[in-house]
């Protein structure tokens, strides 16, 4: 194939200065405004930021899925045990209120036998119960522990008088607060709009508002979470798997018949689906996984991810503005040069190219820089509306080429002949190339002797009747229009556009041509009485050569 027909096939057509200036430059300015607009905080787009960010967040996590190797942030010393449907109903403890102190006691003795790491508690035991003994057998397992994290819930209130907000914490109470080897927040106050958990904020300065799972962290491995709380404070959470990923038993199980060990685990107790008290939420977050079974994870699932994302430095900086801004601008120059320049064809292959490549590249730059970004909105936003961009100017650029070659070859072509050349972008130019082709030349015998006959307004007349009647013929049978010379006519069969029967497409006009001069003189015979009878006999000489 030829690089012209390849270069046709693709739609890569010669720009002109200010075309190339359009497509580039407007081009280049579009596409860093879009992305900036759906990814920078502003008022009335914010919410687009934030979509972006969910997604991307969520399909790095389903693209992460593919990779085998979790060594580096093992989570197979992680174990969760469940107040499930099913402790319940074998324990036989009440729907609407708390459970038996004893049995939280029992568990205590249970587990810590095995001499775990760290036992966190998702749960509130802010107040007595009306079981004094069981309380006090709760507090001698937590201080007997020595290693248990109990949760704390914080409630938000605003002064009438100046519409302040105070937070009010809800401790453990303080016999338990006391015997525990830590205590924190464990509502998940950073959720998205589509119950997504992403977030993690790290240190509060207020120490009463310091997150459970900060402070589980801190009691394993001191040094490393100060040195995490001593950069910024907000973190993106790394998921490690589905909510299959981590270890789950029953409560009932552990107390009654489990061979469970607990050495060296962390452990981490909570409620799990419909368990509760009446008219509660349920603690569940949005997986990110196509795959999980459940489709969900539980509050204390998110607090096991987010201690183990502590003790591992897992977790994923928060964008900067200037990080996605830096990425904007990259994949804007990227996608001028890849795709706004070319046809449809090529415009797709260039989009779809850098939609996978930016997404291969933005998927190993966080998972090894650590660093996260809205990768989404180059793929998804900035790509779609480069090759949106790419077929409109073609759009424009290919009807102002169309209208230039229609205006050129209209008045030597058919319109059947000036739509071809149109369609086949057929660029006018100097010069010229080698081809086989017919060229075709009439005149009028004994033109000088009638035009002697007829004032020049008759011989005009009669002339345009001819040479509309021949050029017509002439147009049918696919011929160029060279030129009239006088009453010569000169014709092209075979260019500009190839056609393989241009020879016998010439012999055809030549007989129609003697056909239709036949036809003028009978016409001229009946329309003009005076008509010389040497103009009534005109004859054509034709000649072509191949």
């Known amino acids: 194939m030829r690089l012209s027909n390849i270069a046709r096939w693709l739609h890569v057509r010669p720009r002109r200065n200010w075309q190339w200036f359009f497509q580039y430059v407007v081009g280049l300015v579009l596409l860093i405004t879009t992305g900036i607009v759906c990814t920078s905080y502003i008022n009335g787009t914010q919410w687009l930021t934030d979509y972006f960010e969910r997604k991307s967040h969520d399909l790095f996590h389903v693209f992460e899925q593919f990779d085998n190797d979790h060594s580096e942030y093992p989570i197979d010393d992680f174990i969760i045990i469940y107040i499930d449907d099913k402790s319940h109903e074998i324990l036989n403890q009440p729907w609407d209120r708390p459970w038996d102190r004893r049995l939280h006691a029992e568990l205590l003795n249970r587990i810590r036998q095995d001499q775990p ?12 119960s009306s079981d004094p003994e069981a ?12 290693n248990v994290i109990l949760g704390a819930s914080k409630q938000r209130y605003f002064f009438k008088d100046n519409g302040q907000p105070s937070d009010e914490v ?5 016999p338990f607060r006391k015997a525990a080897a830590g205590w924190g927040i464990v509502e998940k106050s950073h959720s998205h709009s589509d119950n997504g958990l992403r977030e993690m904020h790290l ?14 962290a801190e009691l394993v491995a001191p040094e490393t979470v100060a040195a995490a709380g001593s950069i910024e404070m907000q973190r ?8 299959s990923t981590i270890q789950t038993v029953s409560f009932c199980d552990v107390l009654l018949n489990d061979t469970t060990d607990f ?5 981490f107790i909570g409620g799990r689906h419909s368990v509760g008290m009446p008219g509660a939420g349920r603690d569940v977050y949005r997986s990110p996984y196509l795959t999980d079974p459940e489709g969900e994870f539980t509050g204390v699932y998110m607090q096991a991810t987010m201690v183990r994302n502590l003790l591992t430095e897992a977790w994923m900086h928060a964008p900067r503005q200037h990080n996605h801004w830096i990425m904007i601008a990259l994949s804007a120059v990227l996608l001028t040069l890849l795709v706004t320049p070319f046809g449809p064809r090529l415009a797709l292959f260039g989009a779809i190219l850098f939609a996978l490549g930016f997404s291969f590249a933005s998927i190993l730059w966080i998972e090894n820089q650590g660093v996260f970004v809205a990768w989404l909105v180059p793929v998804v936003v900035q790509a779609p509306v480069a090759f949106v961009f790419s077929g409109i100017c073609n759009y424009y650029f290919l009807e102002r080429k169309r209208h230039r070659l229609k205006r050129i070859f209209s008045t030597y072509l058919s319109p059947v002949m000036v ?7 057929v660029e006018p130019e100097l010069g010229g190339e080698e081809a086989n082709i017919t060229p075709f030349f009439s005149d009028v015998v004994g033109y000088s002797k009638f035009s002697e006959l007829l004032n020049p307004m008759e011989l005009t007349q009669l002339m345009n009747e001819y040479l509309a009647a021949m050029t017509y013929v002439i147009q049918a049978e696919g011929g160029t229009l060279d030129k009239y010379i006088g009453d010569a006519i000169v014709a092209i069969y075979g260019a500009p556009l190839h056609t393989p029967d ?3 497409r010439a012999c055809r006009t030549a007989v129609r041509m003697q056909i239709e001069q036949q036809k003028l003189c009978e016409q001229w015979a009946i329309e003009k009485a005076d008509c010389p009878e040497l103009i009534q006999k005109m004859q054509t000489r034709i000649g072509w050569n191949t």
């Open 117 to 128: 790491r760290l036992i966190f508690y998702d749960m509130i035991f802010d107040m007595p």
């Open 135 to 146: 309380d006090k057998l709760f507090a001698e397992e937590l201080a007997a522990s020595g």
């Open 170 to 174: 809800i401790a453990p109470h303080p």
């Open 203 to 216: 240190n509060d300065p207020d120490s009463r508002l310091r997150q459970a799972y900060w402070a589980a």
């Open 236 to 243: 993106w959470i790394r998921h490690f798997g589905p909510s």
């Open 263 to 267: 050495k060296d685990k962390y452990v």
């Open 419 to 425: 739509e071809q050349i149109a369609d086949a972008e």
């Open 502 to 504: 241009h020879a016998y």
